[in-house]
Every structure is written in C-alpha cells, then in structure tokens.
C-alpha cells in the first residue's frame, strides 16, 4: 500500500499528480448558506481511465465535492476542469449514478436505459440499440419491457448503471450506488463493477462510506477529514495485478490496507 499524508491539504506536493488527468480540481471550497462550510481548498487530479474512490466519515463533503465535479453544485471557490475544460454545469463528458434510482416509474427498463440518449438527441432506432447492449453488459438481458416496479433493488441499480453507460461519457460519477442493495448483490455489483472498468475503459469517481468497497474496488483512496471536508490521505492499494476476485478478499496486502484505513478513520467515528 502507497500513503501519501495530505493533512494539511497540500496533496498536490506530496502526491504525484497524474500524467493524464481528465479531472482537475483546483483550490475548490464550498460554503452552505453562509454557515456551513463542507469543503476547504480540494486540490485533485483524476486520472483518465482509474477508478478514484472518496471515502470519509459522514458529512464530510464526499457527496457534495462528487455533485461539483458532475455541475449539479457550484462551487463558493475554486473551479473544476474536465479534459482541460471549466466546468460550469451538467455536460455530456460526464454521467451520474444516483444512490437512489432515479429511475422513471412509468417507464420501461429500455426506455429509462435510453433516456439519456433521447436527451441527446440520438435517433429512435440508434438509442434503443445502444440501451439494449448496456442492459446486456449490466446482465438484465430479457428484462428490457419490465417496469421498475416489477425489478429488485439490484436490478433496478443496474438500469440506473446502464443508462450512465449508455451515454457513452467519458466519466462515470458513482454516489454511493451499491449501498441501497443487500450484502450479496453488492458483492457482485463490486465484481461487475471492476468487469465493466477494464471493459469500457472509463475514468470512475465513486463515493462510498465502505472502507473494504473503496480498498476492493479502487486504483486511488482520497480520504477527506471531518467537516470542513480536507484531503487527509491519498491511498493507492498495491494490489497485485490478475488476482481474481475471491483471491483478492483473502489476499494479505488488501486485508492490511483495509486496517491501516480503519486505524486512520476510526478517530472521526463516535
């Protein structure tokens, strides 16, 4: 395991910045109403094609630093780049996975797969081809004509996922998207998700309150300290390369990381 101490938010000295970010976060802080301060002066790098996981105790600004990244917030101070571009609002580069759903309740499997298409402008008979592959990839081929209501929470997280893949954006923002479903399903949607990773070749910012999620799942660890929400440690698992996945849960290296995060984050936890 690589630890690179950020306690006083300077990461950007301590950290080598990646040769190919897509994601720049400079100087960002974010005020609530005046009196709420969950965010001081993040300075970040994503890296194109890694999965980056923001993990920290609750309120510490995971959610909201993701929700800037995606345009959905502003920012009180500082600004994002994406692909070398200010952010000012939502854009097709970059696609969200809501913790909850956010599906279309009168809509059908393959019509809330293809809605971001349609938002797109894509044609009928290109989008529907499009969420019909993505519906394949997230294993809910057979279901396209069923409504949300007859789907578990899992299958319905997985639409959610391949609507966002449909879109074909280059980065995939993940609010805590596992955490709505039962132990078992999130173990395979941790499993799937590094599948789809290696498969789509796309740059994932994922927010999790899991510590063994984020150490299972991630190429990068950005811890963030309790409200205002800082960079604390940056993280990179040193996990070995083609380790399948049964190994790597029993594997000594992913066990320890995992402790050494728990030792760091429990002082946060009452």
Same mark, same amino acid.
């Given at each position: 395991?690589?630890?690179?101490?950020?306690?006083?938010?300077?990461?950007?000295?301590?950290?080598?910045?990646?040769?190919?970010?897509?994601?720049?976060?400079?100087?960002? #802080?974010?005020?609530?109403?005046?009196?709420?301060?969950? !965010?001081?002066?993040?300075?970040?790098?994503?890296?194109?094609?890694?999965?980056?996981?923001?993990?920290?105790?609750?309120?510490?600004?995971?959610?909201?630093?993701?929700?800037?990244?995606?345009?959905?917030?502003?920012?009180?101070?500082?600004?994002?780049?994406?692909?070398?571009?200010?952010?000012?609002?939502?854009?097709?580069?970059? =696609?969200?996975?809501?913790?909850?759903?956010?599906?279309?309740? %009168?809509?059908?499997?393959?019509?809330?797969?293809?809605?971001?298409?349609?938002?797109?402008?894509?044609?009928?008979?290109?989008?529907?081809?499009?969420?019909?592959?993505?519906? *394949?990839?997230?294993?809910?081929?057979?279901?396209?004509?069923?409504?949300?209501?007859? !789907?578990? *929470?899992?299958?319905?997280?997985?639409v959610g996922l391949a609507r966002?893949?449909?879109?074909? =954006?280059?980065?995939?923002?993940?609010?805590?998207?596992? #955490?709505?479903v039962d132990e078992q399903t999130?173990?395979?949607?941790?499993?799937?998700?590094?599948?789809?990773?290696?498969?789509?070749?796309?740059?994932?910012?994922?927010?999790?309150?899991?510590?063994?999620?984020?150490?299972?799942?991630?190429?990068?660890?950005?811890?963030?300290?309790?409200?205002?929400?800082?960079? #604390?440690?940056?993280?990179?698992?040193?996990?070995?390369?083609?380790?399948?996945?049964?190994?790597?849960?029993?594997? *000594?290296?992913?066990?320890?990381?995992?402790?050494?995060? %728990?030792?760091?984050?429990?002082?946060?936890?009452?």
């Open positions: 395991m690589t630890v690179a101490l950020a306690a006083d938010n300077t990461a950007e000295r301590s950290v080598p910045k990646p040769t190919n970010p897509i994601i720049e976060v400079r100087n960002v #802080s974010k005020v609530y109403g005046g009196a709420v301060h969950a !965010l001081d002066k993040i300075n970040l790098s994503f890296e194109t094609g890694h999965l980056t996981s923001l993990l920290g105790p609750s309120g510490c600004g995971k959610t909201t630093l993701l929700k800037i990244v995606a345009g959905l917030l502003q920012p009180t101070d500082g600004e994002i780049l994406v692909k070398g571009k200010k952010v000012t609002g939502p854009g097709p580069e970059r =696609a969200f996975v809501f913790q909850d759903f956010a599906l279309m309740p %009168w809509a059908s499997v393959l019509q809330n797969a293809a809605f971001g298409l349609k938002m797109q402008g894509v044609g009928k008979a290109e989008r529907l081809e499009k969420a019909r592959h993505y519906i *394949g990839e997230v294993g809910l081929a057979g279901f396209e004509e069923k409504y949300p209501h007859e !789907l578990s *929470g899992g299958m319905r997280q997985r966002a893949l449909a879109v074909d =954006a280059d980065v995939l923002l993940m609010d805590e998207p596992f #955490s709505a999130r173990r395979k949607f941790q499993e799937d998700l590094i599948r789809l990773r290696e498969v789509e070749n796309k740059t994932f910012l994922f927010v999790t309150h899991s510590i063994e999620e984020a150490v299972y799942v991630s190429d990068r660890i950005v811890m963030l300290s309790p409200r205002p929400g800082r960079i #604390s440690e940056i993280i990179d698992p040193d996990i070995p390369d083609g380790i399948s996945p049964d190994e790597l849960r029993r594997n *000594g290296t992913y066990l320890d990381t995992v402790e050494e995060i %728990w030792r760091s984050i429990r002082k946060y936890v009452e």
